[in-house]
């Protein structure tokens, strides 16, 4: 039709490759409505977000198709030609569609492994290349969705070639001039669509966030959107004025000394209940423990009968949060005390955040011992564990089984293998074991020696109800639980054990279905992919006990500190647990997605930075009555407390270093 108009036949060529391309982008986001949509989310409350990711999907397109039709005023470059010109364009739209492609599968991707959008976090994985590509290969079918991804790129390599032959077949003879004007106006209208608004400021990754729904924005942007604009968050970012205006607001919520000293040390001496025996200390991170894919959450699935038994015989916190889904960020929150408040980049990775104080160095007279079944090189590990000093690495080649995939050896003989080393001190111990198993690849975590372990079979239908998303998952997941259980078994028979102080704590949860376990916020604020076990095992020397306060991983070490009969230096956001004088539960959260937030005993506020926008939820079913304005004053209350947290969190990842 537009032949007509006597457009020149680049310009033509141009139309049909951007519906083309819109044809390509409105499917991807289609797709992903399709395989990841919450429950009860339908096509019409998807319209507002497939309004706002045309406009970004609009963008980009004109992002591809700009050089196109820019060049091409200068007729010796257009498509048209020459042979060879038409064989260079064509060639650089097929890497165009790669680079796309490779795009959008990362970002559905994304979404199966952790139901987020793919964004500059990814390059923590992609700097650790070698790991992260072993255990691709070792979970997905690389090769086949590598030629599936070549085989599509060469089928609209072939489109464009057709399309370029159908506009010479239409406009062959009728001499449509060349008519530079066309192309200038052209090139004006695709700026036009790159800067996306009517108005200032142009449309940018904020404007996504407008909606009150975390699913409708993660649909609305797309991949490459997401991905370019947050790579400029991957750098520090602090204000230390702002930390100092809002210490009163933190040295009230955690009862610190003096409100007027901008300064969170505090020396610490020995509590009453502490114990003189000087206890061996056991850490154990726990991949992706998951509290409500846990017994002891409730679910009917079991996957984890043993460690429940032991939750029963120590003091169990059964609402306990990781600051944040990663288990990079695990290790330096336990480690530090704080929360990893980077958003888009591994405060590991961060070489002005490695250096922190760490309370176990105030452990005197204790061997310090690291145990890791793989390499602590990936995700650098070993820079944030270097701040202990006189550590001992038990990792990789040390271990003398074989590995079962790219993790490492298993977990079980990770345990086995601390025990043997651990019945042989005959001095105070501190010991950090971090397991991987429970983590995919989850059909290569579980070796074929262990022959006593029985797989068992659920129906998909069982397993989705409650949370797992696969029977290699819950599997792995039970697998798990028979490693803790072959290691307090081996434990039990050696001397140490009896004072031995035994802390697990899972280092994230995973998204998913926690709805029969929980009040539905749980599943749909995404509170499941931080909420992890939490649990103090040392029969003899602690009353077993139950406790439902919401604590955070933090808090670990000042509370294995108060159980030591010594003095201790406590420069973080860390609160011991079991001092008897703790007021004010509360556990900071923040995510990839742009959200921070906190949780209390009753309520979670959530804010989406980009917007603003705060929802103030409550917790649990049946519980206290609020009027209106106590709500209201609330929701105040907890907002300034979260933006307290928030940024004296930054301050302290670079400012966490003096003992």
Excluded at 257 to 280: C, K
Aim: charged share 20%.
């Amino acid at each position: 039709m537009l032949a007509r108009f006597r457009i020149p036949k680049t310009i033509l060529w141009a139309a049909n490759l951007f519906g083309i391309f819109l044809l390509i982008f409105t499917g991807f986001r289609l797709a992903t409505f399709l395989a990841f949509r919450p429950a009860e989310f339908g096509i019409t409350d998807a319209l507002p977000s497939f309004m706002m990711g045309l406009r970004y999907d609009l963008r980009w397109i004109a992002v591809i198709l700009l050089p196109v039709v820019l060049l091409s005023s200068w007729p010796r470059l257009s498509p048209f030609f020459s042979s060879r010109n038409k064989k260079w364009w064509t060639w650089y739209l097929a890497i165009i569609t790669f680079i796309v492609f490779f795009f959008f599968a990362a970002g559905f991707g994304s979404f199966s492994y952790n139901q987020t959008p793919l964004d500059a976090g990814a390059m923590n994985f992609a700097e650790d290349f070698s790991i992260s590509i072993k255990m691709i290969w070792q979970t997905y079918p690389l090769i086949w969705m590598l030629l599936g991804l070549i085989v599509a790129v060469l089928f609209f390599r072939w489109m464009y070639h057709r399309s370029h032959w159908q506009v010479i077949n239409r406009t062959d003879g009728k001499g449509i001039p060349h008519r530079r004007k066309v192309f200038v106006l052209s090139s004006l209208f695709l700026v036009f669509l790159i800067y996306g608004s009517l108005s200032w400021p142009p449309l940018n990754r904020a404007d996504s966030f407008r909606f009150n729904h975390s699913f409708k924005s993660y649909l609305a942007i797309n991949p490459l959107q997401n991905f370019i604009a947050t790579l400029r968050l991957r750098k520090p970012d602090y204000n230390e004025k702002k930390a100092r205006t809002v210490f009163p607001v933190m040295a009230e919520w955690m009862q610190l000394p003096d409100p007027t000293d901008f300064s969170f040390r505090r020396e610490t001496g020995p509590r009453s209940t502490s114990f003189e025996s000087r206890p061996n200390i056991v850490l154990v991170q726990c991949e992706s423990f998951s509290m409500y894919k846990s017994t002891m959450s409730g679910n009917p699935l079991n996957a984890s009968p043993y460690f429940d038994s032991l939750c029963r015989q120590g003091v169990f916190f059964d609402r306990c949060f990781s600051p944040h889904f990663s288990t990079a960020r695990a290790l330096f929150a336990i480690l530090t005390g704080n929360p990893d408040a980077q958003l888009f980049k591994f405060s590991t990775r961060n070489p002005e955040a490695l250096k922190q104080h760490t309370i176990i160095n105030g452990f005197e007279g204790y061997d310090k011992h690291y145990f890791l079944g793989g390499d602590p090189e990936f995700n650098n590990f070993e820079g944030i564990l270097k701040n202990i000093k006189g550590l001992q690495m038990h990792t990789g080649d040390y271990f003398k089984a074989p590995k079962v995939n790219v993790w490492g050896v298993s977990d079980k003989e990770l345990f086995l293998a601390a025990n043997d080393l651990f019945r042989k001190k005959d001095k105070p111990f501190f010991a950090y074991i971090q397991t991987s198993g429970n983590h995919r690849p989850y059909n290569k975590s579980i070796p074929d020696t262990d022959t006593d372990f029985i797989r068992l079979t659920i129906p998909d239908d069982e397993l989705l109800k409650y949370g797992f998303e696969s029977l290699d998952e819950y599997n792995c997941f039970r697998y798990s639980d028979y490693c803790f259980r072959k290691f307090i078994e081996a434990a039990r028979q050696e001397e140490y054990y009896h004072n031995t102080i035994f802390v697990f704590v899972g280092d994230h949860g995973l998204a998913g279905n926690a709805s029969p376990m929980y009040p539905a916020v749980w599943t749909d604020m995404r509170l499941t992919d931080e909420h992890v076990p939490l649990l103090f095992y040392a029969p003899g020397l602690l009353a077993p006990q139950e406790r439902h306060e919401v604590v955070s991983q933090i808090d670990i070490l000042p509370t294995i500190a108060g159980l030591l009969h010594q003095s201790y230096v406590n420069t973080s956001l860390g609160r011991d647990l079991l001092d008897p004088s703790k007021k004010n539960n509360f556990a900071f959260i923040t995510n990839t997605a742009d959200r921070i937030g906190i949780v209390t005993d009753d309520f979670y506020l959530t804010r989406n930075i980009n917007s603003g926008e705060e929802l103030l939820s409550p917790l649990q079913k049946g519980g206290p009555t609020y009027t209106a304005a106590q709500l209201d004053s609330l929701h105040k209350r907890l907002s300034i407390f979260t933006t307290a947290f928030y940024e004296t969190s930054k301050y302290l990842l670079m400012n966490n270093d003096r003992d």
